[in-house]
């Protein structure tokens, strides 16, 4: 799969900054979330909890990219 990615022309970088990205995206989209009246702050919490998990997930692909990126 890594090496498809990679041949596809995604870079570790590009994994990392989708990473912050999502950061990002999951203070935002709480906040938009908390600030609307009809959701309660479980809504809210969720929103955030459930994009902040992606984060990982992108850092951890940025890290095997750059493995296979320094093994060509």
């Known amino acids: 799969m890594l090496e498809k990615l990679h041949e ?3 870079r570790s970088e ?3 900054m ?4 999502s950061i990002g995206f999951s203070f935002v989209s ?3 979330s908390r600030m ?3 959701h309660d702050r479980a809504q ?3 929103w955030g909890i459930f994009v902040g998990h992606w984060a990982p997930t992108f850092f951890t692909i940025g ?3 750059k493995l296979e ?3 060509r």
Do not use: C
């Open 8 to 10: 596809m022309g995604i």
């Open 14 to 16: 590009y994994a990392y």
């Open 18 to 21: 989708a990473g912050f990205g």
């Open 30 to 32: 709480w906040l938009l």
């Open 36 to 38: 609307n009246p009809r």
């Open 44 to 46: 809210s919490d969720r």
């Open 63 to 65: 890290i095997a990219l």
């Open 69 to 71: 990126e320094k093994g």
